[in-house]
């Protein structure tokens, strides 16, 4: 008993070890090896830290901390399930490897003109924003969170303040400020009407009210993580901010910033709104992006403008899941988003290489890469092929749980979403084929450079993207563990676990 | 409880204005509606507070007629985030002065290419009718 009480108080750490860091990296501005060596200890100290969070979760329940020793439920309370555990991992992983691939970076080019005493504070905080994110018990430390990760992400999408940073920056940083806004909004209404913010408090309040209030305060809440999570009609902004930052930041923005918002989505769909799902809006909503989302991806011509819309189309995917409200949508949901974090960092830190070795994303006038550097084309097929949901890949796997739980609810728009996730999965297919084709395959086209001959591909950085597409691959071979994991999760979510456990010490 | 109209009117106007100016192109006027906009917000939170009573220390006085502090922990939570959020667009719109000597938003390269593309109804440059026998891909495209 002792010893799990003890370790309960491992909850903060995956967010006060980075801000902590955070500060020193700051303090060491002047000195980019310490910095370097600092960040690398906080960023490994994390996946350490939340690996056991989720032995915890998964072994023995619901952890909870109600922080600041306040007598609940007055204090801010940090809470781990199974699903945040799961998310927490694959997140710090991710980020650790963004980061070693940022610090290769660093090495490889001495020249470039991003003033790196700024970039490892930042990228710090905004680890430790995405763990407060994912750790949040109520709803204001949830906007806290996502405060915490937004300004890193203006800060390190502008880095440099170069002019097109600046235009991609100013876009991002409007929308996610009227976000942020209409968040505000949702909180002062929720805490009006139950007097609570706290969300285990919340789930056995927001029944209690009447349905239009009910209503609001959920289209509220649904409509912030939407635009956070890049749902269509909310998803414009993604595709014009995203692909002008530096390799390493598009590449955990793409990987995480919006699953934050479709953790976001699931958390308050399933643990606050669990009595009155939105089936229909969701599923109707998760086909427009899937669909509208891969057009986009069809028409561009930019390798991260194409991949950046088919993260948009894949976020699709996973409110397919959130949608069906079943137990196997849920549990498809939360496989997919683990899957998808790790795929689109892969894609993104490739690309970052293509463009080292190619001096351009644009597949105009890039080509015959597979022949001057055979390594990189492999690390590209991979994850594309993953991405478009080849089998044996987590790819398939987590699409065809995904169907499965489609073609088990049965409904005309279940099947409906079926149809157009098979042909989403088709179009990624073609988008990837038409980067591999015309940039690593073809000749380039006339009139374009031709393709270096003698390529030096910079070792740290290989490695690490090396190490990422692994990780895709590992997951597909574990995906059985996995999925009874992520079952479970979903059991969880919907079991009342959550409120039962984190209020244990209120009603007592 | 019975809420404050007032207050609650306030804040819709100014959040109202505040929305106005954010879709503005002007990184200024962006600037003065985040303002406004979160102020307004910041209303909201003390029409959500309850009606205005004594201050909320403990001991000053009854529990029953104080304010409600969390409320106002929230609030000053947010007009911390506000003052950063401000300093942060102020960096942006100076910056953007002195790359281009003003401060509008511009529309992005890449999207005014394909729009104009597909104005002129061509395909880019990138497209050419390449078979795909082993993935058999043109099959959905078509």
């Known amino acids: 008993m002792i010893l799990s009480t003890s370790l309960t108080n491992l909850l903060p750490l995956p967010i006060l070890v980075p801000l902590l860091g955070a500060g020193v990296t700051l303090l060491l501005g002047h000195m980019p090896r310490a910095q370097r060596a600092v960040s690398t200890l906080c960023l490994l100290a994390v996946p350490l830290i939340t690996s056991v969070l989720l032995y915890l979760a998964d072994t023995r329940g619901v952890q909870h901390l109600w922080v600041g020793g306040w007598r609940p439920p007055l204090g801010i309370a940090l809470v781990a399930d199974r699903l945040s555990a799961l998310m927490l991992l694959v997140a710090s992983l991710v980020t650790l490897s963004v980061h070693v691939f940022a610090t290769g970076q660093d090495a490889e080019e001495r020249k470039v003109e991003t003033p790196v005493s700024i970039f490892h504070p930042t990228f710090l905080l905004l680890s430790a924003g995405v763990s407060n994110a994912f750790l949040a018990g109520d709803l204001f430390n949830l906007f806290v969170g996502f405060e915490m990760l937004l300004f890193s992400s203006y800060v390190l999408l502008t880095l440099g303040g170069t002019a097109d940073r600046i235009r991609a920056g100013a876009t991002y940083v409007v929308v996610n400020l009227l976000s942020s806004s209409l968040f505000l909004v949702a909180l002062a209404a929720v805490y009006a009407a139950t007097g609570t913010i706290n969300m285990a408090q919340l789930s056995l309040r927001l029944p209690d009210l009447g349905d239009n209030v009910q209503g609001a305060l959920q289209f509220a809440l649904l409509a912030v993580f939407a635009i956070k999570a890049a749902v269509f009609p909310l998803s414009a902004w993604l595709p014009d901010s995203y692909p002008t930052a530096p390799a390493p930041v598009t590449a955990v923005f793409a990987g995480l910033l919006t699953k934050v918002g479709v953790y976001a989505i699931l958390r308050t769909q399933t643990v606050l709104f669990d009595h009155r799902p939105l089936g229909t809006l969701l599923l109707v909503a998760a086909l427009a992006t899937m669909l509208v989302g891969i057009a986009g991806a069809v028409a561009q011509v930019e390798i991260k403008r194409i991949l950046s819309f088919t993260l948009v189309s894949h976020i699709g995917f996973m409110v397919f899941g959130i949608g069906l409200a079943t137990p196997d949508g849920l549990s498809g949901a939360i496989f997919y988003t683990a899957h998808h974090i790790t795929i689109q960092t892969a894609l993104f830190l490739v690309v970052g290489l293509v463009e080292r070795v190619g001096g351009t994303t644009s597949i105009d006038r890039l080509g015959g890469l597979a022949a001057a550097s055979p390594v990189l084309g492999a690390l590209f097929f991979v994850p594309a092929m993953n991405l478009a949901g080849i089998p044996p890949m987590s790819g398939f796997v987590g699409k065809l749980g995904l169907l499965d739980a489609g073609v088990r609810a049965g409904t005309p728009l279940a099947w409906l979403l079926v149809a157009g996730s098979v042909v989403t999965s088709l179009l990624t297919l073609y988008a990837v084929a038409k980067i591999w084709s015309r940039s690593f395959w073809a000749d380039p086209v006339e009139g374009a450079p031709p393709p270096p001959t003698k390529v030096r591909l910079p070792r740290l950085q290989t490695a690490t993207a090396m190490t990422m597409v692994a990780l895709t691959l590992l997951i597909a071979v574990l995906a059985g563990p996995l999925y009874a994991y992520t079952d479970r999760a979903a059991e969880t979510l919907r079991s009342g676990e959550y409120a039962r456990t984190v209020l244990a010490e209120v009603a007592s | ?142």
């Open chain 2, 1 to 142: 409880m019975s809420p404050n109209l007032t207050l609650a009117l306030v804040a819709g106007i100014l959040v109202a204005c505040g929305v106005y100016l954010l879709t503005e192109r002007s990184l200024t006027r962006i600037l003065v509606g985040v303002v406004i906009l979160s102020n307004g917000v910041n209303i909201l939170f003390l029409v959500a507070s309850g009606p205005a009573g004594r201050p909320p220390f403990v001991g000053s006085s009854d529990t029953a007629d104080s304010a409600d502090p969390l409320p106002q922990a929230m609030v000053l939570t947010a007009i911390v985030i506000t003052l950063a959020v401000t300093a942060y667009v102020l960096a942006m719109a100076y910056r953007s002065f002195q790359l281009h000597g003003h401060d509008e938003v511009s529309d992005d390269v890449e999207d005014a290419r394909i729009r104009e593309l597909a104005g002129r109804d061509e395909a880019s440059e990138s497209f050419e009718p390449i078979t795909f026998a082993d993935t058999g891909e043109d099959v959905v495209s078509e």
